[in-house]
């Protein structure tokens, strides 16, 4: 056994979910994460990736769908094909993530594993790696640790977790308990969370030894559990692709969140570092204007490589994926996506509301351009 | 001599002007009289075409840019060569419809021709025609006549013709007398003439032996009616294109108002028809809106064959020349229109800033869209 716990740390990215708010932009066949969404000329994977390797090297597994194979490989060329786990249908996290758990535990059982989502926005780096230091060491002594973000706002789209009395870990001196997970609340018991000062938005980041998550999840979904065990065994043979094609398809759906996080609180296994770092999940195009400091002196957010914006009177963002001239006129805090097969013209105050423009369309029939 | 001056009527379409403030539908190569801007299935030229055929028959011609020949002559296959005039060059209006006179004047001295521009939209047809023979009646009794608009609105954007006494001619119960022509008003200026009740809007409509045509062009404007009488003398012969290379490069470019209506009505020789029908230049993308009898059910109107428009508490005006689904949130009076290369989004309000935009397109050097 490896003493130091960071030496027996890996990452596991799941790159899952299609930013369906996102769209015309982020959509089925690329999604969110294959996306630069702050004009850094990165996509969200790859500065996840890059935000991890300091702390793992090339300890890094990647969920996500056979359909994003290539393109995933494009954005991280030293994944290898064995850290490279390709769901054939969308089974929700925690079999993703269980299955990470569970082949990382089959090649060393002493692992503590990380879960960091491919498409989230997080700086300055440095305060981000040292809370993933902090967590790694609490979970060296038995627990699943969340990274909880501190709130900026009273936000409703988020759960929060409640964090109970200081730990005393070595080397994590911000570690706490954690009373219970919340599920995302109105916005007057937001403000409320928000005043208290021990809730903490739910980022969905883990990192836990992996005997413990499966643990977890053997007591709270046993069939998921053997599915993911089964696999996982099978893994690094010749018989993985059989195995993932006869096992994979019927697994429960079930988040993380519902399988082990929630449960395990409840038990006292969970601790929580708290993230003082600045965290987006870039939850819709509102999120956009937000996320690109080159539009501090601008009232205008554009993104998109050889983007030809005519702006008068306007302010909002615009996301050009195609070289077209885009004229604007007297239009405030407008959103405009513009890409080859799809537009979609509103604004920052309706930028939620484009989920449900996705559901329409796919109701109408209109789904070649999802 | 025909003694029925309807015999001897002969119309004019110029079909120029790019219809700046309706780009990026309406621009350089496809101009606003190619284009179906009522959802009518009928572009603006070929509407025009119609709205006259009952009157003249075939004894049209048509004046526009050498680019636009084929486009005209698929709009209307009619149309003879010999009454399709080409400019090399854009040479203004009393050089357009000067040579359209020399030419019809060195056919037949006797012939009344009337000029109306290729981009209206007007209704009732009958009410328009009814119109035209009054003023050709008046034209008959040696007047330059002028069909004046109604005024509905104090509007800034056009000419007034104020109206003097009544005629008394024969077949014209509303023929009168025109005192002047008055450049576009301020809105008080534009409010005051709207009450008086002797303003009508200048249309730039007009009906005139072609002889009174030209013998006011000879006396404003002497160098541009020997340029146009030497084209029209070559005209029917082997040297059209000779004369017409060589000579129309060299024409003073000037308005027909400027070098014939206000000279003309300061001697008394412009009489005016009221024309007591619907009257709209589709000055811009606000007209779409009101021009568009299906919308006016629907909060949203959208022209454009075979265009994907999703709409969710949204209003306005959709132009499509794209097969793209088009996804519109929360945005009220919109204005969007999507061609191939080039996309515009304002407001109704802001319909008539898009000739700016063009301009500032024009100024940066992106005159591929324009």
Same mark, same amino acid.
């Given at each position: 056994m490896n003493t130091d716990p960071l030496g027996r740390f890996h990452c596991v990215i799941p790159?899952? +979910?299609? /930013? &369906?708010?996102?769209?015309p932009l982020s959509?089925?066949?690329?999604?969110?994460?294959?996306?630069?969404?702050? +004009?850094? /000329? &990165?996509t969200l994977i790859r500065a996840t990736y890059d935000r991890l390797a300091p702390l793992v090297g090339d300890r890094v597994m990647v969920v996500t769908g056979q359909a994003h194979r290539l393109a995933v490989l494009g954005q991280?060329?030293?994944?290898d094909d064995h850290n490279l786990v390709l769901e054939s249908e969308p089974k929700d996290s925690a079999a993703a993530i269980g299955l990470a758990a569970a082949i990382l535990h089959r090649r060393d059982p002493e692992t503590i594993m990380g879960s960091f989502a491919a498409d989230q926005v997080i700086g300055p780096v440095d305060v981000f790696q040292q809370a993933v230091r902090e967590a790694v060491c609490t979970a060296a002594t038995g627990k699943i640790v969340t990274i909880g973000i501190r709130p900026t706002v009273a936000s409703t789209a988020f759960g929060y977790i409640r964090r109970g009395e200081r730990l005393d870990v070595p080397g994590a001196p911000s570690a706490t308990h954690v009373v219970e997970f919340v599920e995302k609340p109105d916005e007057e018991v937001a403000r409320g969370y928000v005043e208290n000062g021990d809730y903490f938005w739910n980022a969905g980041m883990f990192v836990a030894p992996v005997s413990l998550m499966l643990a977890h999840l053997e007591r709270n979904e046993p069939e998921l559990h053997a599915g993911i065990v089964e696999i996982a065994e099978a893994w690094?043979?010749?018989g993985r692709d059989e195995t993932m094609d006869r096992v994979w398809p019927g697994l429960p759906k079930i988040a993380i969140d519902y399988a082990v996080a929630e449960p395990a609180a409840a038990v006292g296994d969970v601790a929580m570092i708290p993230g003082l770092f600045t965290w987006d999940d870039?939850?819709?195009?509102?999120a956009i204007g937000r996320l690109n400091p080159a539009s501090e002196n601008s009232r205008m957010t554009v993104l998109g490589e050889g983007a030809r914006v005519y702006s008068d009177r306007a302010s909002g963002v615009v996301v050009s994926d195609t070289k077209r001239v885009i004229a604007l006129i007297g239009i405030e805090d407008v959103v405009i996506v513009d890409t080859p097969d799809a537009l979609l013209v509103t604004t920052k105050e309706h930028a939620q509301s484009v989920k449900e423009a996705v559901a329409a369309l796919k109701a109408s029939g209109d789904v070649d351009v999802l």
């Open positions: 790159a899952g +979910g299609v /930013g &369906t708010r996102l769209w959509r089925a066949a690329a999604p969110k994460f294959l996306h630069d969404l702050t +004009g850094s /000329g &990165t991280l060329p030293e994944l690094d043979t010749a870039v939850g819709d195009f509102a």
